[in-house]
Structures are given as C-alpha cells and as structure tokens.
T-cell receptor, first 116, second 107 residues
C-alpha cells in the first residue's frame, strides 16, 4: 500500500512554455502533499505544502506565481511550472502523507524536467 | 547554520563492514527523524524513522538518536554493494533534508 505516482516521469520543453506535473496517491487518501525540487548532487528542497481544497503554502524563496500548485482532491495534486526557463531544469518529486501515520511521507518516483 | 547537516562523503567501506552515517540538526524542538536512501536518478525511499532517544533496530539498520547532543545516526551492518547510495537525514516531520551522505560499499 501507500503508492504515489507521478506523471510524466520526464519531460523536455522549450523555454517559455508551461509544464504540468501530476502527483497521485493510488491507494490512499492524502491529507497533505508536498513538492520538492532536487538539483544534481544536492538535497531535496521543499517547495510547497498543499492540502486538499486550500491554497498551497510556499517555502521562502519559491515563487508562487511561477510554480502553481493545485490540490483538487485527496488523491491528486498538480504542479505547473509556468514560463519555464533552463534554470528550472531539475528533478521534481512529490510526496504524500496520511493523517495519523507518524508523519511518514510516501514519495513519488519523480519527474525529470529539462528546459531547452 | 543549516537546519540539518550531514557529511557529504563519499564514505567508502568494504563489503561486510559497518557503515556509520551521522546527522546533526539545529532545532531542539524537532521530534521526529527520518533516514532515507536515494539511488541515483530515483526518489528517496524510507529506511526508518525514530522519535525517542536511544537505538532503534530494523534488520541490518540501526538508528541512534541523541536529542541532548542533537544528532541522529544510522548504522548499516554487514554492508552490501547494493547499499551504495546517498543517505538522507530528514527532520521536522521529514520535511527538511540534509544534503545527504554518499556511501560506497566496495566488494
């Protein structure tokens, strides 16, 4: 149990375009979902926390107008990178947690974004 | 001061040896601590978490927590080449990650 999927697993886009990444909890209802970004040889950096039906909470330094997060249901959160630029190229990982389960997060497999 | 600090390594140990990975944190209020393993190009996978001072064992893995000294460690016994990966420590409910320690287990 506790499987989280992400789609797409990788994407290449042109500079200036927008890219949407989906994160789904497949066999449980996720009260909270998290979005991380990881640059090569660096650790995961929390970008934002989202709860179903409410606005996402962004970490300091993360542009909320550039990284749009929608948590439409208890099993789906989306991250849209708007007007992507080469510096946005990174590994984007989502995770989901269940209420009452010791804060354990279940990570999706990640999405590799390359902006040309 | 970073919230979570780890020695980036690489840490190299021979097969069968004990690998010791350390992590220090700055927030004394942290209650839960997590160890993740991450293979190159993959997302992290949970090894174990610990809340209470002392040791917690799970198979070949032992997590050790010392809240007074603000450190948490992970011991891997009988290290195998398949354990070669980056090990991430996370605090604050698992939301804040250290930079990770790269472990290499040599056959």
């Amino acid at each position: 149990g506790a499987v989280v999927s992400q789609h797409p697993s990788w994407v290449i886009c042109k500079s200036g375009t927008s890219v949407k990444i989906e994160c789904r909890s497949l066999d449980f209802q996720a009260t909270t979902m998290f979005w991380y970004r990881q640059f090569p040889k660096q650790s995961l950096m929390l970008m934002a926390t989202s709860n179903e039906g409410s606005k996402a909470t962004y970490e300091q330094g993360v542009e909320k107008d550039k990284f749009l997060i929608n948590h439409a249901s208890l099993t789906l959160s989306t991250l849209t990178v708007t007007s992507a630029h080469p510096e946005d190229s990174s590994f984007y990982i989502c995770s989901a947690s269940r209420e009452g389960i010791s804060n354990e997060q279940f990570f999706g497999p990640g999405t590799r974004l390359t902006v040309l | 001061q970073k919230e979570v600090e780890q020695n980036s390594g690489p840490l190299s140990v021979p097969e069968g040896a004990i690998a010791s990975l350390n992590c220090t944190y700055s927030d004394r209020g942290s209650q839960s601590f997590f160890w993740y393993r991450q293979y190159s190009g993959k997302s992290p996978e949970l090894i174990m978490f610990i809340y209470s001072n002392g040791d917690k064992e799970d198979g070949r893995f032992t997590a050790q927590l010392n809240k007074a000294s603000q450190y948490v460690s992970l011991l891997i016994r009988d290290s195998q080449p398949s354990d070669s990966a980056t090990y991430l420590c996370a605090v604050k409910g698992g939301l804040i990650f250290g930079q990770g320690t790269e472990l290499s287990v040599k056959p």
